[in-house]
């Protein structure tokens, strides 16, 4: 960006300083009251924002966004026109023009749209109450991408670019090569990367998710016609394949459950695993657990909750039944479960499986690299506790039992938890042999 977003005396302005400097207001305006660091109470410094819990703070951040993307779209088309920088008096009559009205802005450019399209994502996923932080990262890692591919090819996205097959086989190859650390822009400007490239499959299809979010958003907007291309090159050049998954036996989890670490990070990362191998427990449900969603039912403690990531949606609640162990786990960590960060506790996690030597076989994934086999310690993760719970209850519990512990309203999203590489059982085709 060119431009950037700072605080004048409460009112927010865009910065701008070359050729003198510019300070044009956003209209956004907030309380000058700071802290004990002096700084401002109701600013985010951190994403240059105001606070989300201050008043019409929704409305103030998408008027900060949208002038900070005409002001940058100004400058970079300026740049392209001219080859220079725009002097700051001119940048700010432009603005001053646009927002009198006296001048169009161009609605032209990827990035501009993007930016707004992003906006209401982050506020349907983010400011709205109940609502899931995790699901937003997937936009802001988007533009990241875009930004790269701009500066690595020198161009600047316009949305009849990318509203073509051609446009998305490029996109595509691009997003399977390998990115250099850094480049130097047209403009003698150091570039530094900020993905690596070399996508897989799964990543390639995220990107691609988003996209075709954008694009209806651009079809809603009356800027593009049609976006059946799109969906279609997504569900004939995009595939992904099945993950190759391991998970816990009962026997495994019971194993795992009686080994001791001498560390207690080690045993409680061990604990906090092995608890949502019981109980289907996904990472953000570990970090909201409240032991007041315990209650009595039929003789057995049962977990009640909605999950984050369905809140939005189909709002189901999961009833959960806690085992035996369950409980017990529960009890020796004090009912605590958040006790380390998700990356904190996937690296003790790592570690600790690997010093058992309880999942040392080689399995059939491979590094992309090396080609070399994945032993079954470097596949576990927290995420395949849910896994391990889904695979050990298929079998055994009815289907429409078994998705309302998991919130599951949809068959084909809970068989994407399924380790398909257990045995099968050949007994169960024993109940043709019974004649009653």
Known sequence: MYCKVIVNNGSVVIYYGVGGIMRFPTGAKISKIKDKQKKLKQWDYKNDRVNSDVENSAKMNKAIADWLTKADNIVSQYLIDYGINI????????????????????????MSNYLEFQERKRIQLVERENKSNESFKTYPTFK???????????????????????????????????????????????????????????SVDKRFEVLTGFFSYLKEKGLIREDDFLRSYKRTEITVTSKIKTTLSINEIHKLYNHKFEKEAKEKVKLIFLFACL??????????????????????????????????????????PLSNLAIDILEKLNYKLKLYSN??????????????NFFDELTRSADTDTGKLHKRYELLSMHRGRDTFITNLINIVPLHELMSYTSHEKLSTLQKYIDDSRDINPEYVTIFDKNE
Do not use: C, M
Not at 158 to 177: G, P, R
Not at 280 to 291: L, S
Not at 296 to 308: L, T
């Open 343 to 356: 990356g904190y506790t996937n690296l003790v996690l790592h570690d600790l499986l690997k010093e058992t």
């Open 87 to 110: 002097p700051a008096p001119e940048l700010k009559k432009i603005l001053s023009d646009i927002k009198q009205g006296k001048i169009q802005e161009k609605s032209e450019f990827f």
């Open 144 to 202: 990241n991408t875009i930004e790269d591919f701009q500066a690595e090819n020198d161009v600047k996205l316009k949305i009849s670019d990318v509203t073509n097959k051609d446009w998305l086989d490029l996109f595509h190859s691009w997003l399977v090569k390998a990115r250099p650390k850094q480049i130097t822009l047209s403009n003698g400007e150091i570039y530094k990367f900020k993905s690596i490239g070399k996508l897989k499959p799964g």
């Open 279 to 320: 109980t289907g427990f996904r990472w953000k449900d570990i970090e909201e657990f409240n032991k007041n969603f315990i209650s009595d039912f039929k003789g057995r403690k049962v977990y009640k909750h909605i999950a984050s990531k369905t809140r939005n949606s189909t709002g189901k609640i999961a009833t959960i």
